[in-house]
């Protein structure tokens, strides 16, 4: 029989933390889509950015607030009125809203602030009820509370609490406590702050030192009810708790960690998709519960050892994940009920209209490629989320001449906002040329900081999928894409990324219109 006590929630902050990392910046449309499928899978709380950011990041708050159906939508915002009054007016449109403030309680973070200890104290009080008076649910950090004095962490809690605060989430912000530590924080606060029993205590850890999930379960099991990730273990530096590791540790174990959550894990590996695609940050083969090679078995022993018992050396099912059990599925003769068919099972309901289009790249693919593996479907339905009729930028044409004796060289056709162009270009290879056709058709000055290829399947004729990230102005443009030959998937992804750049400049314009007109 479970009590509440027994549930764990889950918060997510992929959009806020995970975002946050060095080169994962998503698009609006891209949040929008992770956040429907957060709140479908069961996520009790999405913290969907930090609004006073930017305007980019405002309007996707307010509009993943005004989606959610279930999921409590929260926004972050540092110690001030002004953070917390955009926070609110971003978060206030879903059905149910949380203001996230925090200030950085540890000796380090108060020399930056220039606050002394009853300072710091008097800030919280103030900035908790002020949040608590536009919302009654406040959630508090102190950043860097892991390295903050106990007796001044017992104080800094205690006012919050009194000021308001719904929940108190403990980050161990730089990635530097271990296990036991960690639980020993939790029941400390819990004993000796008054009124922590009227409250939920979080953990938030960072995985500088790889120790981010036995971290956090090891707060739950001191008391902690809601676990704080990402989805890949996205974030800053080496990134926050895995959202899939935490959810699976306590599915596997709970023979040991008796608490529940509320996910649906067989939509994990399709999240883990999505946030890869759009982040541009592959997983690594090797990852816990979402890596490639997670659930494959190599060695002849364990291959042995799983076709007489699958339990031999697999601790969780590829089902429970979301993994079909079968990886060859199609050809060229497939139709389009097969197709909506295994894309559902793969996790992707799709529309009359959006089916026509995938089954038309389908088909282009079977006739390419002869088998056609679930992970190419995967590829196929990323492609589909990357690029669009509308886009800016579209390659028409591409042919490159290849040689030993080269410069390699490149004919290119483009539609540049509707209207056919075309070029030929030199370069140091094929992908080079193409690139330096690219630049020629559509000028500009963002640096390429990242192109990366990978193979979806085995074989030569094996889909590539490419990464490319732009940098311009401070921000970052990620485009991906994927096709059996290697420099069209790098045009289309690096085109892709340019299209992200091109809408943002647009919007970035319309912003400034605004201003001047208002
Ligand atoms: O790591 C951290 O301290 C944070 C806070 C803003 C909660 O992300
Ligand atoms: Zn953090």
Same mark, same amino acid.
């Given at each position: 029989? +479970?009590?509440?006590?027994?549930?764990?929630?889950?918060?997510?902050?992929?959009?806020?933390?995970?975002?946050?990392?060095?080169?994962?910046?998503?698009?609006?449309?891209?949040?929008?889509?992770? /956040?429907?499928?957060?709140?479908?899978?069961?996520?009790?709380?999405?913290?969907?950015?930090?609004?006073?950011?930017?305007?980019?990041?405002?309007?996707?708050?307010?509009?993943?607030?005004?989606?959610?159906?279930?999921?409590?939508?929260?926004?972050?915002?540092?110690?001030?009125?002004?953070?917390?009054?955009?926070?609110?007016?971003?978060?206030?449109?879903?059905?149910?809203?949380?203001?996230?403030?925090?200030?950085?309680?540890?000796? #380090?973070?108060?020399?930056? +602030?220039?606050?002394?200890?009853?300072?710091?104290?008097?800030?919280?009080? /103030?900035?908790?009820?002020?949040?608590?008076?536009? @919302?009654?649910?406040?959630?508090?950090?102190?950043?860097?509370?892991?390295?903050?004095?106990?007796?001044?962490? @017992?104080?800094?809690?205690?006012?919050?609490?009194?000021?308001?605060?719904?929940?108190?989430?403990?980050?161990?912000?730089?990635?530097?406590?271990?296990?036991?530590?960690?639980?020993?924080?939790?029941?400390?606060?819990?004993?000796?702050?008054?009124?922590?029993?009227?409250?939920?205590?979080?953990? *938030?850890?960072?995985?500088?030192?790889?120790?981010?999930? /036995?971290?956090?379960?090891?707060?739950?099991?001191?008391?902690?009810?809601?676990?704080? @990730?990402?989805?890949?273990?996205?974030?800053?530096?080496?990134?926050?708790?895995?959202?899939?590791?935490?959810?699976?540790?306590?599915?596997?174990?709970?023979?040991?960690?008796?608490?529940?959550?509320?996910?649906?894990?067989?939509?994990?590996?399709?999240?883990?998709?999505?946030?890869?695609?759009?982040?541009?940050?592959?997983?690594?083969?090797?990852?816990?519960?979402?890596?490639?090679?997670?659930?494959? *078995?190599?060695?002849?022993?364990?291959?042995?050892?799983?076709?007489?018992?699958?339990?031999?050396?697999?601790?969780?099912?590829?089902?429970?994940?979301?993994?079909?059990?079968?990886?060859?599925?199609?050809?060229?003769?497939?139709?389009? /009920?097969?197709?909506?068919?295994?894309?559902?099972?793969?996790?992707?309901?799709?529309?009359?209209?959006?089916?026509?289009?995938?089954?038309?790249?389908?088909?282009?693919?079977?006739?390419?490629?002869?088998?056609?593996?679930?992970?190419?479907?995967?590829? #196929?339905?990323?492609?589909?989320?990357?690029?669009?009729?509308?886009?800016?930028?579209?390659?028409?044409?591409?042919?490159?001449? @290849?040689?030993?004796?080269?410069?390699?060289?490149?004919?290119?056709?483009?539609?540049?906002?509707?209207?056919?162009?075309?070029?030929?270009? +030199?370069?140091?290879?094929?992908?080079?040329?193409?690139?330096?056709?690219?630049?020629?058709?559509?000028? *500009?000055?963002?640096?390429?900081?990242?192109?990366?290829?990978?193979?979806?399947?085995?074989?030569?004729?094996?889909?590539? +999928?490419?990464?490319?990230?732009?940098?311009?102005?401070?921000?970052?443009?990620?485009?991906?894409?994927?096709?059996?030959?290697?420099?069209?998937?790098?045009?289309?992804?690096?085109?892709?990324?340019?299209?992200?750049?091109?809408?943002?400049?647009?919007?970035?314009?319309?912003?400034?219109?605004?201003?001047?007109?208002?």
């Amino acid at each position: 029989m +479970t009590t509440e006590q027994d549930r764990v929630l889950i918060f997510d902050t992929t959009l806020r933390d995970g975002e946050q990392s060095p080169g994962a910046t998503m698009s609006h449309e891209e949040k929008l889509e992770i /956040a429907q499928l957060l709140d479908e899978m069961g996520v009790d709380i999405i913290e969907a950015g930090f609004p006073i950011a930017s305007e980019g990041d405002f309007e996707a708050v307010r509009a993943i607030a005004e989606q959610a159906k279930n999921a409590v939508i929260c926004g972050l915002a540092r110690a001030s009125t002004t953070d917390i009054d955009r926070c609110w007016e971003a978060v206030k449109h879903a059905r149910r809203p949380r203001i996230h403030t925090f200030i950085g309680t540890s000796p #380090l973070h108060r020399d930056i +602030t220039a606050l002394d200890q009853a300072g710091m104290i008097e800030r919280i009080q /103030a900035t908790v009820a002020h949040a608590r008076n536009l @919302c009654d649910n406040v959630q508090w950090s102190p950043m860097d509370a892991t390295r903050t004095e106990h007796d001044y962490l @017992c104080r800094v809690v205690e006012t919050a609490i009194k000021a308001g605060a719904t929940t108190i989430n403990i980050p161990d912000t730089v990635g530097y406590t271990a296990p036991r530590e960690s639980a020993e924080l939790i029941a400390m606060l819990r004993e000796r702050v008054p009124g922590a029993d009227t409250i939920t205590f979080a953990t *938030h850890c960072h995985n500088d030192l790889g120790m981010a999930t /036995a971290n956090s379960l090891a707060a739950v099991e001191a008391g902690a009810r809601q676990i704080e @990730c990402t989805i890949n273990g996205l974030g800053e530096r080496a990134g926050n708790t895995a959202l899939e590791e935490v959810v699976m540790a306590l599915k596997v174990r709970n023979d040991i960690m008796p608490w529940r959550t509320g996910i649906d894990t067989t939509k994990i590996m399709q999240i883990s998709r999505l946030v890869a695609a759009v982040s541009g940050f592959p997983v690594q083969y090797n990852k816990a519960v979402v890596g490639k090679n997670a659930f494959a *078995h190599e060695s002849g022993i364990h291959q042995d050892g799983m076709l007489k018992n699958a339990q031999t050396f697999e601790i969780m099912r590829p089902e429970d994940v979301g993994l079909a059990s079968t990886s060859l599925v199609m050809g060229k003769h497939s139709g389009r /009920a097969a197709l909506r068919a295994k894309l559902s099972e793969l996790g992707y309901e799709l529309g009359d209209n959006q089916l026509k289009d995938v089954f038309v790249r389908f088909k282009a693919l079977a006739d390419r490629k002869k088998e056609v593996y679930d992970e190419d479907l995967i590829a #196929l339905m990323q492609e589909s989320v990357a690029g669009g009729e509308d886009d800016h930028l579209q390659l028409k044409r591409l042919r490159v001449v @290849c040689g030993t004796d080269g410069p390699q060289e490149a004919e290119l056709t483009l539609a540049v906002g509707g209207e056919e162009k075309s070029i030929d270009a +030199t370069g140091d290879g094929p992908v080079d040329a193409t690139f330096n056709a690219i630049m020629m058709l559509y000028p *500009h000055d963002a640096l390429l900081e990242l192109y990366q290829v990978h193979a979806v399947t085995e074989g030569t004729d094996a889909q590539a +999928t490419v990464s490319v990230r732009l940098a311009r102005d401070g921000r970052v443009y990620t485009g991906q894409s994927s096709d059996t030959d290697t420099v069209v998937a790098s045009a289309k992804a690096y085109l892709n990324a340019l299209n992200k750049l091109h809408l943002f400049a647009g919007r970035a314009d319309n912003a400034a219109l605004m201003q001047s007109a208002g």
